[in-house]
């Protein structure tokens, strides 16, 4: 799969509009994809095996979309098979008091991977160049002195404080991939409308989802300057085709392998007299009745 077809090249305009929703590439049948993303889970076990093993890398994997994307499922399929021990998954939702009484990265710094795993942000800090640049009104919310709540500038800064962030991240081998989920507004209607005539799906949804269509356009017109503006080499942005969730999954699982295998993992090696000392401790175990 070409994934440099969905990425966001670094100090490029982005049209939105040149980004397909419905593309599957080369993945015609459904079932062929999903035998791919079977074999990619495979080989995430195995790479996250050695990135834990090995303890200098995080990666940090950030989602961002509409609501109904498929932001959930794809977390779901393509981490299906690692170990748990080291993956975790932070769901970013209204911010609390407390952490309105801190700056909008705080809450986000608190749940960055340890060396060896991987974390996975459901949203993001991205939420305050996204969902508060639609409402504004809710930076009223935010504790910011009048200057900083009335900058004309205080989105171009912010895209300037989350590049310096991501780059304080990669040079400190913390690597962040970023997805944006690109669902048409159509399909995001008929997902909706599932939600509503499936009881077991009825708690995804709320009146407040229906109501947040109508800035479908504003929505995008933030997502286009924020990506455009904070795609970078070190913590790049994939515009993934999220029509077809079948093909979305094997994409990003396409991406997250490139990544990893980009890292030149490798298990821990021993020293000799680490070696003598498992040889001993083999002997040990051999002679026991």
Known sequence: MNIEKFLVPEGKKLNLKNHPTDF?????????????????????????????????????????????????????????GLNPQGC??????????????????WRSMKRLPERGRIGIFNRSYYEDVLVVRVHPEILQFQQLPDK???????WKKRFEQIRNFEAYLAENAIHTLKFFLNVSKEEQKN??????ETP??????SA?????????????????????NTSTKNAPWYVVPADKKWFTRVAVSEIIIKKMESLDLQYPKISEAQRQNLLEAKKILESEQ
């Open 200 to 205: 077991e799906k009825n708690w995804k949804f």
């Open 88 to 105: 975790e998954v932070t769901s970013f939702k209204q911010p609390s008091a407390e952490e309105l009484d801190h700056d909008y990265l």
């Open 24 to 80: 599957t590439g080369d993945h015609t049948d459904k079932r062929e994809a999903v035998e791919d993303l079977r074999k990619n889970v495979g080989r995430l076990a195995e790479l996250q095996d050695v990135l834990y093993a090995q303890n200098n890398h995080a990666l940090l994997i950030i989602f961002q979309a509409m609501d109904a994307a498929g932001k959930d499922g794809a977390i779901k399929h393509v981490m299906s």
């Open 148 to 154: 900083l709540e009335n900058d004309r500038n205080i």
């Open 191 to 196: 997902r909706f409308l599932a939600r509503i």
């Open 208 to 228: 407040g989802d229906a109501k947040e269509r109508g800035f479908w356009d504003d929505y995008m017109r933030a997502y286009t300057d924020a990506l455009q």
